[in-house]
């Protein structure tokens, strides 16, 4: 017999461009090539994927570029030894995409003020209101751990880019210590942080053994399961 009681929604936008910041520890790019995979498997039209984080050379949602492309996400990247580069080189392709986009296009941008001045140089390429920009946030993050912390980043992040917040993604979590508790903590926050933005928490995110184990009614968010991709340089196959 069906539990319904654990049945829940997916992640679903209109808009077709997906901007995802966050601060290191946050699970940006993880939360961006889970996001990628998704949209692969359940959207017919083309899906991207581009790396804009000039901030963290590890953890970068371009090390997944076979995976994701084995399931037909096209990886907006550098050709050649470029694409491994220490610091990620913008393309004029990705500019392009923002302008003209053919399906659905998740933009991986470090999430800090500075980390976001990439999103300036491409912020004419940007249509008001045709775009999401998401926070997505680990309360237990140094900067994004009370409500005031994460609102002046949020503020800092939206001056730097010269584009507006839309919404914000629960991803609190302690990696492989992550439990219920901490993620139902971290949505609690996220919250809090939305009321004071006047933004919706769009959907929370975590690890698919936590995801089994929460109810949906007590969230009533979409819910996305995370399953690693992305690995610590020591970790990767030589």
Do not use: C
């Amino acid at each position: 017999m069906t539990d319904t009681s654990r049945t829940y929604s997916y992640p679903a936008f209109t808009r077709d461009i997906i901007t995802i910041v966050g601060g290191y520890g946050s699970g940006k790019s993880e939360v961006s090539v889970n996001l990628a995979r998704l949209f692969a498997l359940s959207d017919p039209r083309r899906v991207y994927i581009a790396d804009l984080d000039i901030i963290n050379p590890y953890f970068r949602s371009r090390e997944a570029v076979k995976e994701l492309e084995a399931i037909g996400v096209r990886s907006l990247i550098p050709p050649g030894d470029q694409a491994y580069a220490d610091l990620p080189i913008i393309i004029p392709q990705i500019k392009g995409a923002i302008k003209q986009t053919e399906g659905k296009l998740i933009l991986d941008v470090g999430g800090d003020d500075q980390g976001a001045r990439v999103l300036s140089s491409l912020s004419d390429a940007f249509v008001p209101d045709a775009y999401e920009l998401l926070l997505v946030l680990n309360a237990n993050r140094p900067f994004t751990s009370t409500v005031e912390g994460a609102r002046k980043l949020m503020r800092d992040i939206e001056a730097s880019s010269r584009l507006s917040f839309t919404g914000i993604i629960s991803n609190t979590h302690l990696l492989e210590h992550t439990t219920v508790e901490i993620v139902m903590d971290g949505l609690k926050l996220a919250r809090a942080v939305g009321e004071a933005a006047s933004l919706p928490v769009v959907f929370v995110s975590a690890t698919r053994s936590v995801i089994e184990k929460l109810d949906p009614q007590k969230i009533n968010v979409p819910l996305l399961p995370l399953d690693r991709s992305l690995l610590k340089p020591w970790e990767r196959r030589v």
